[in-house]
């Protein structure tokens, strides 16, 4: 029983490394596409694909309904993340891969910041220190000052902020909600609000383009599931650190595929960044665990 414990860390850090390759496939397969579409049309064929994967899970809550308290929460956070998905299609056509991904890491922290200031959490001062050192982490890779901040890189830190601002009401949701049932809800809200904006650009994609935003959906959705299925078998505090592997995936995945220069400084904020994130993570995980564990065992762990 002992060895079996002792390997579920192990599990989990396997099942994050997957994740950061799905989700690096979806950011380079984004990137590939570039221009070519308008971002909102290219997000609304993706989520469209969506779609098909979350229907065995959606159709039958649909049919027995859902609380009507729920839906106030679940409209909300799909306008915020119809904005984020357009934002992050956006900047993905025009900013190297590794910086996009390193804006990225700002989602936690938003999230962290939203739950003090919306939902009353108390922000300790070693957490606001961590979120500073985050910020920081920023601002080394965009660099404000000593080079052009792109409409990309604005696009990017907006998709950051209301992707973080979603997963607060996401928090909410499930908590009313099964997980399965919140993530159907958010794939048909956005496909449906996203609709009537990708009509209104609409330039006729091709069956490439197609298929390869067919390949995103596949990719997004398999991240997603392999990112639970990290939580479900190690403590964030172990899992988190391991997501700073997606930046070097990605800075490789740059240079290699687009020829883009590896950028030092990308590769340091990143890392700032993703550092708080873990520090804050592990203190959450410690404190949760103050209640239930004495404190003479505390260090055995």
């Known amino acids: 029983m002992n060895a079996v414990m002792s390997a579920r860390p192990v599990v989990g850090v396997l099942w994050m ?23 909102v049309q290219a997000a609304f064929i993706r989520f469209l694909f969506g779609i098909v994967f979350v229907a065995p899970t959606l159709i039958p809550v649909l049919r027995t309904g859902i ?22 299609f956006h900047a993905m056509a025009r900013v190297p891969v590794a910086e996009v991904t390193a804006i990225g ?53 907006g998709a950051a902020t209301s992707f973080g601002l979603s997963y607060l009401l996401a928090k909410r949701l499930t908590s009313l909600l099964p997980a399965s049932v919140v993530v159907g809800l958010l794939s048909l809200i956005v496909t449906a609000g996203l609709a009537p904006f990708a009509l209104a650009v609409w330039v006729p994609p ?75 993570t592990w203190r959450e995980s410690r404190i949760r665990q103050r209640p239930v564990t004495p404190s003479s065992g505390a260090g055995k762990f």
């Not at 490394?17 to 971002?39: D, M, R, S």
């Not at 639970?228 to 740059?254: D, E, H, K, N, Y």
């Not at 400084?265 to 708080?276: H, K, N, P, R």
């Open 67 to 88: 609380p009507v308290g729920t839906w106030r929460l679940a409209l909300g956070r799909g306008a915020l993340h119809l904005l984020a998905v357009t934002l992050w």
């Open 206 to 280: 091709t069956p490439e383009q197609v298929a390869w935003l067919g390949v995103v959906a596949i990719f997004a959705t398999m991240g997603h599931y392999t990112m639970t299925r990290a939580f479900a078998a190690a403590p964030m505090a172990v899992t988190q650190p391991v997501t700073f592997l997606q930046l070097i995936w990605a800075s490789i995945l740059g240079a290699t595929i687009f020829d883009e220069a590896i950028d030092p400084m990308v590769i340091l904020g990143g890392a700032m960044i993703i550092g708080a994130i873990s520090y804050i």
């Open 17 to 39: 490394l997957a994740t950061g390759l799905c989700f690096v496939a979806v950011t380079g397969i984004v990137h590939h596409l570039g221009t070519g579409l308008p971002a």
């Open 105 to 157: 890491y700002l989602n936690p922290i938003v999230v962290t910041l939203g739950a003090a200031l919306f939902l009353g959490e108390h922000l300790a001062t070693r957490r606001i220190l961590a979120i500073a050192v985050a910020l920081l982490g920023a601002l080394i890779v965009l660099r404000p000052g000593f080079r052009e901040i792109t409409p990309g890189h604005l696009a990017q830190l």
